[in-house]
């Protein structure tokens, strides 16, 4: 199904999505993916009264925060939202009706680092609600708005125009079981209780790998439910902010988990900036769906 292979043979362990952004995700058995991502990642993002974006580096509640997205009618557009945490009673959040002018959406600029997109404002019960929860006026809940491109930065993507969504800057990451493995085994010798993959953030987590391996992989080609074959390149190491001190459990923070990475996971390619992970783009197989245990094969990447 995958041809000739190549030099690394993996599997698809889990696959990861997150409909707001920095909010608790879903772990799918199988999930369609687009050129932005999997279907409804980073569909929604959380914002203060001026429009730019916030995430657990300032609130770490948001991680006690789960969503549950579904898709409209085409499949592939976000549908509603319900939104459910701790002490709260969920909050359904309907699609914007964008068929009549009364009824139209109201249009906000929401910006993602040095991006400023326009989004889709998701109306007072849902700035209300998330207010309340994180215990912060004046937030508001925005959707991407499909006919609104973001890119992805072609320093790293080349010649390839790659959508995105809410995400930080790229339509996937990719980490491994091994990897993890590797980092709780140094927590371990610490004295510190291990992690899961959670803290990390990944849209799709491989197994078979070596540690550290997912840096080093050229082109993955991943066997899809429909069988064909998807192309993801990866393209950035994924720098590492203080997200992953948060433990998405509680919304508790502890420097264990980036003290831990520094000791080991300084990238001399990205200034010695913390890495883990894989930021990645869809070069072929858009429309397709990806399952967990899907085969992965791999060459590797040589400068």
């Not at 409804?40 to 580096?57: I, P, Y």
């Not at 085409?74 to 909050?91: H, I, K, Q, S, V």
């Not at 994180?134 to 992805?152: F, S």
């Amino acid at each position: 199904m995958l041809g000739d292979g190549g030099d690394v043979s993996a599997r698809v362990a889990s696959l990861h999505v997150y409909p707001v952004k920095s909010c608790a995700g879903v772990a799918p058995a199988q999930a369609r993916l687009h050129a932005t991502g999997l279907a409804l990642d980073r569909a929604w993002v959380v914002t203060d009264a001026a429009g730019d974006f916030v995430t657990q580096r300032s609130l770490p509640r948001m991680a006690l925060i789960q969503a549950e997205a579904e898709a409209g009618a085409d499949g592939a557009t976000p549908g509603a939202l319900t939104l459910r945490a701790p002490g709260m009673a969920p909050l359904c959040v309907p699609p914007p009706v964008n068929d009549l002018a009364a009824d139209a959406p109201v249009t906000r600029l929401v910006r993602v680092w040095q991006d400023r997109v326009p989004a889709w404002d998701m109306g007072e019960a849902a700035a209300q609600w998330l207010s309340r929860f994180l215990a912060c006026p004046g937030l508001r809940l925005a959707r991407v708005d499909p006919a609104v491109p973001r890119l992805a930065s072609q320093r790293w993507t080349g010649e390839v125009a790659a959508p995105v969504h809410f995400a930080d800057g790229f339509p996937l990451l990719i980490a491994s079981a091994a990897s993890l493995a590797e980092l709780n085994e140094r927590l371990a010798a610490a004295g510190h209780a291990p992690v899961d993959m959670r803290r990390f953030r990944p849209n799709i987590v491989l197994d078979g790998l070596a540690p550290q391996d997912e840096d080093r992989l050229a082109e993955l080609r991943l066997a899809t439910a429909e069988g064909g074959v998807l192309r993801i390149r990866p393209v950035k190491p994924c720098t590492r902010c203080p997200m992953p001190n948060v433990d998405p459990a509680t919304g508790d923070t502890s420097p264990a988990v980036l003290e831990a990475l520094r000791t080991f996971r300084a990238n001399p390619r990205m200034d010695g900036a913390i890495t883990f992970g894989m930021n990645a783009i869809v070069i072929e197989g858009a429309g397709q769906s990806l399952r967990v245990g899907a085969d992965v094969a791999a060459d590797w990447a040589f400068d």
